[in-house]
Protein backbone atom coordinates (compact mmCIF):
# COMPACT_ATOMS: atom_id res chain seq x y z
CA UNK A 1 0.00 0.00 0.00
CA UNK A 2 2.12 3.31 -0.65
CA UNK A 3 -0.60 4.40 1.80
CA UNK A 4 1.93 2.69 3.89
CA UNK A 5 4.17 6.01 3.56
CA UNK A 6 1.27 8.19 4.30
CA UNK A 7 1.30 9.88 7.57
CA UNK A 8 -1.91 12.00 8.63
CA UNK A 9 -2.25 14.13 11.44
CA UNK A 10 -5.04 13.56 14.19
CA UNK A 11 -6.80 16.20 16.32
CA UNK A 12 -8.44 16.88 19.25
CA UNK A 13 -8.36 14.73 22.61
CA UNK A 14 -10.34 11.08 22.77
CA UNK A 15 -12.59 10.63 25.75
CA UNK A 16 -11.55 9.01 28.32
CA UNK A 17 -7.49 9.81 27.98
CA UNK A 18 -7.50 13.33 28.75
CA UNK A 19 -4.23 12.32 30.21
CA UNK A 20 -2.18 12.37 27.25
CA UNK A 21 -2.72 16.30 27.09
CA UNK A 22 -0.32 16.63 30.23
CA UNK A 23 2.63 14.89 28.44
CA UNK A 24 5.09 17.56 27.96
CA UNK A 25 6.95 16.84 24.34
CA UNK A 26 10.33 15.52 26.55
CA UNK A 27 8.01 12.95 28.23
CA UNK A 28 5.82 11.65 24.75
CA UNK A 29 9.83 11.45 23.27
CA UNK A 30 11.10 9.62 26.20
CA UNK A 31 8.00 7.04 25.96
CA UNK A 32 8.45 6.69 21.97
CA UNK A 33 12.14 5.75 22.85
CA UNK A 34 10.90 3.12 25.26
CA UNK A 35 8.47 1.90 22.78
CA UNK A 36 10.97 1.34 19.94
CA UNK A 37 13.56 -0.46 22.45
CA UNK A 38 10.70 -2.34 23.85
CA UNK A 39 9.70 -4.02 20.47
CA UNK A 40 11.86 -6.91 19.98
CA UNK A 41 11.32 -6.94 16.38
CA UNK A 42 12.83 -3.26 15.89
CA UNK A 43 16.68 -2.51 16.36
CA UNK A 44 16.36 0.79 18.37
CA UNK A 45 19.87 1.45 18.50
CA UNK A 46 20.03 4.16 15.42
CA UNK A 47 16.67 5.56 15.46
CA UNK A 48 16.60 8.63 16.49
CA UNK A 49 13.28 10.78 17.79
CA UNK A 50 12.02 14.05 17.95
CA UNK A 51 8.73 15.33 19.14
CA UNK A 52 7.04 18.77 18.42
CA UNK A 53 3.24 18.95 19.65
CA UNK A 54 2.42 15.84 19.62
CA UNK A 55 4.21 15.01 16.09
CA UNK A 56 6.94 12.87 15.86
CA UNK A 57 9.74 12.27 13.28
CA UNK A 58 11.51 8.68 13.02
CA UNK A 59 15.45 9.36 11.66
CA UNK A 60 17.99 7.16 11.49
CA UNK A 61 18.67 3.64 9.66
CA UNK A 62 17.06 0.31 10.41
CA UNK A 63 18.24 -3.16 9.20
CA UNK A 64 15.87 -4.22 6.75
CA UNK A 65 13.06 -2.41 5.36
CA UNK A 66 10.22 -4.80 7.16
CA UNK A 67 11.96 -3.07 10.08
CA UNK A 68 11.20 0.26 8.88
CA UNK A 69 7.73 -0.37 8.94
CA UNK A 70 7.96 -2.09 12.89
CA UNK A 71 9.49 1.50 13.89
CA UNK A 72 6.49 3.19 12.87
CA UNK A 73 3.94 0.92 14.03
CA UNK A 74 5.27 0.81 17.56
CA UNK A 75 5.40 4.49 17.61
CA UNK A 76 1.33 4.57 17.01
CA UNK A 77 1.36 2.73 19.81
CA UNK A 78 2.06 5.11 21.94
CA UNK A 79 -0.75 7.54 24.27
CA UNK A 80 -0.05 10.94 22.69
CA UNK A 81 1.17 10.57 19.32
CA UNK A 82 -1.17 12.80 16.98
CA UNK A 83 1.25 12.59 14.14
CA UNK A 84 3.82 10.12 12.86
CA UNK A 85 6.53 10.60 9.77
CA UNK A 86 9.43 8.79 9.34
CA UNK A 87 12.70 9.38 7.41
CA UNK A 88 14.06 5.98 8.20
CA UNK A 89 16.80 4.30 5.69
CA UNK A 90 17.22 0.72 5.40
CA UNK A 91 21.17 -0.17 5.41
CA UNK A 92 21.52 -3.63 5.23
CA UNK A 93 23.43 -5.89 7.55
CA UNK A 94 25.59 -8.27 5.21
CA UNK A 95 23.72 -11.50 6.18
CA UNK A 96 20.42 -9.47 4.27
CA UNK A 97 22.57 -8.41 1.01
CA UNK A 98 21.57 -10.37 -2.24
CA UNK A 99 21.79 -9.68 -5.84
CA UNK A 100 18.75 -8.17 -7.83
CA UNK A 101 18.60 -11.56 -9.63
CA UNK A 102 18.09 -13.70 -6.00
CA UNK A 103 15.54 -11.36 -4.84
CA UNK A 104 13.68 -11.00 -7.71
CA UNK A 105 13.55 -15.27 -7.36
CA UNK A 106 12.44 -14.57 -4.16
CA UNK A 107 9.63 -12.01 -5.51
CA UNK A 108 8.53 -14.20 -7.73
CA UNK A 109 7.76 -17.39 -5.13
CA UNK A 110 6.30 -14.74 -2.44
CA UNK A 111 3.49 -13.44 -5.02
CA UNK A 112 3.33 -17.32 -6.33
CA UNK A 113 2.28 -18.86 -2.84
CA UNK A 114 0.25 -16.15 -1.15
CA UNK A 115 -3.18 -17.10 -1.44
CA UNK A 116 -4.30 -13.27 -1.44
CA UNK A 117 -2.62 -12.11 -3.94
CA UNK A 118 -3.61 -12.41 -7.62
CA UNK A 119 -1.58 -13.51 -10.85
CA UNK A 120 -2.00 -10.03 -12.37
CA UNK A 121 0.46 -8.58 -9.62
CA UNK A 122 3.87 -8.60 -10.88
CA UNK A 123 7.30 -7.09 -9.53
CA UNK A 124 10.35 -5.98 -10.56
CA UNK A 125 13.29 -4.90 -8.30
CA UNK A 126 16.42 -2.79 -9.32
CA UNK A 127 19.12 -2.22 -6.59
CA UNK A 128 17.37 -3.46 -3.77
CA UNK A 129 13.74 -1.38 -5.03
CA UNK A 130 10.87 -3.68 -5.16
CA UNK A 131 8.22 -1.99 -7.71
CA UNK A 132 4.79 -3.77 -7.72
CA UNK A 133 2.58 -3.37 -10.60
CA UNK A 134 -0.87 -4.87 -12.22
CA UNK A 135 -4.74 -3.98 -11.84
CA UNK A 136 -6.83 -6.25 -8.67
CA UNK A 137 -10.24 -6.26 -7.96
CA UNK A 138 -9.87 -5.48 -4.19
CA UNK A 139 -7.65 -3.56 -1.88
CA UNK A 140 -6.57 -6.44 0.12
CA UNK A 141 -5.16 -7.86 -2.35
CA UNK A 142 -3.29 -4.62 -3.09
CA UNK A 143 -1.79 -4.88 0.60
CA UNK A 144 -1.61 -8.53 0.63
CA UNK A 145 1.00 -8.21 -2.39
CA UNK A 146 3.38 -5.76 -0.09
CA UNK A 147 2.61 -7.83 2.62
CA UNK A 148 4.70 -10.26 0.85
CA UNK A 149 7.55 -9.29 -0.66
CA UNK A 150 8.50 -6.34 2.27
CA UNK A 151 10.24 -8.97 4.78
CA UNK A 152 12.59 -10.72 1.97
CA UNK A 153 16.52 -10.13 2.52
CA UNK A 154 17.89 -7.42 0.81
CA UNK A 155 14.30 -5.51 -0.20
CA UNK A 156 15.18 -1.97 0.95
CA UNK A 157 12.15 -0.35 -0.53
CA UNK A 158 8.40 -1.32 -1.77
CA UNK A 159 6.89 1.08 -4.42
CA UNK A 160 3.10 -0.28 -4.42
CA UNK A 161 1.91 0.50 -8.08
CA UNK A 162 -0.88 -2.02 -8.20
CA UNK A 163 -4.50 -0.17 -9.35
CA UNK A 164 -7.48 -0.98 -8.69
CA UNK A 165 -10.87 -1.50 -10.82
CA UNK A 166 -13.98 0.14 -9.96
CA UNK A 167 -17.04 -2.62 -9.51
CA UNK A 168 -19.31 -0.53 -8.76
CA UNK A 169 -21.10 2.91 -9.16
CA UNK A 170 -20.98 5.84 -6.05
CA UNK A 171 -24.25 5.24 -5.08
CA UNK A 172 -23.64 1.31 -4.10
CA UNK A 173 -20.10 2.18 -3.06
CA UNK A 174 -21.60 5.06 -0.26
CA UNK A 175 -24.42 2.51 0.65
CA UNK A 176 -22.46 -0.32 1.24
CA UNK A 177 -19.92 1.29 3.54
CA UNK A 178 -22.88 2.92 5.36
CA UNK A 179 -24.05 -0.59 5.99
CA UNK A 180 -20.69 -1.67 7.10
CA UNK A 181 -20.01 0.93 9.77
CA UNK A 182 -23.45 0.58 11.15
CA UNK A 183 -23.11 -3.34 11.56
CA UNK A 184 -19.59 -2.74 13.17
CA UNK A 185 -20.98 -0.69 15.96
CA UNK A 186 -18.17 0.18 17.94
CA UNK A 187 -17.10 2.18 15.23
CA UNK A 188 -19.50 5.11 16.54
CA UNK A 189 -20.81 4.52 12.96
CA UNK A 190 -23.39 7.85 13.94
CA UNK A 191 -20.38 9.84 13.96
CA UNK A 192 -19.05 9.48 10.54
CA UNK A 193 -19.73 10.57 7.43
CA UNK A 194 -19.16 8.68 3.99
CA UNK A 195 -19.19 10.07 0.52
CA UNK A 196 -18.38 8.43 -2.39
CA UNK A 197 -17.47 9.79 -5.94
CA UNK A 198 -16.88 7.20 -8.63
CA UNK A 199 -14.54 5.03 -6.49
CA UNK A 200 -13.07 7.41 -4.37
CA UNK A 201 -14.93 7.24 -0.72
CA UNK A 202 -13.97 10.46 1.94
CA UNK A 203 -14.83 9.79 5.46
CA UNK A 204 -15.18 12.28 7.46
CA UNK A 205 -16.83 13.61 11.06
CA UNK A 206 -15.40 12.32 14.18
CA UNK A 207 -14.07 9.92 16.24
CA UNK A 208 -13.25 9.26 20.09
CA UNK A 209 -10.25 6.65 19.11
CA UNK A 210 -7.53 6.28 16.96
CA UNK A 211 -8.57 2.40 16.40
CA UNK A 212 -12.06 3.52 15.19
CA UNK A 213 -10.44 5.74 12.58
CA UNK A 214 -8.22 2.34 11.25
CA UNK A 215 -11.45 0.57 11.77
CA UNK A 216 -12.96 2.87 9.35
CA UNK A 217 -10.72 2.94 7.30
CA UNK A 218 -10.88 -0.78 7.02
CA UNK A 219 -14.83 -0.56 6.62
CA UNK A 220 -14.84 1.19 3.81
CA UNK A 221 -11.50 -0.38 1.87
CA UNK A 222 -13.88 -3.26 2.01
CA UNK A 223 -16.63 -2.64 0.22
CA UNK A 224 -16.33 -3.85 -3.75
CA UNK A 225 -15.19 -0.75 -6.64
CA UNK A 226 -13.12 1.45 -3.88
CA UNK A 227 -9.89 2.94 -5.45
CA UNK A 228 -9.02 5.07 -2.91
CA UNK A 229 -10.12 6.23 0.86
CA UNK A 230 -9.50 9.47 2.30
CA UNK A 231 -9.46 9.80 5.82
CA UNK A 232 -10.64 13.22 7.26
CA UNK A 233 -12.20 11.87 10.40
CA UNK A 234 -11.42 13.83 13.38
CA UNK A 235 -10.55 12.51 16.85
CA UNK A 236 -12.76 14.68 19.51
CA UNK A 237 -12.61 14.75 23.60
Known amino acids: MECAGTHRALFGCPKGIAEIMTKTDIQLKQDVEA ?31 EQKWGAEDATKRVRGVRAVAQDLTVKLLTDHERSDSEIAGALQRALEWDVCVPQAVTATVYLGAVTLAGRVAWNYE ?67 TWQSIVDAENAAWAAPGVTQVLDQVKLIP
Open 35 to 65: ELHWDPKVNAARIGVSVDSGAVSLFGAVDTY
Open 142 to 208: RDAAERAVRHLKGVVTVHNGITLEPLASAAQVNAQVQAALHRQGNLGSDSILVEAVGGEVTLSGFAS
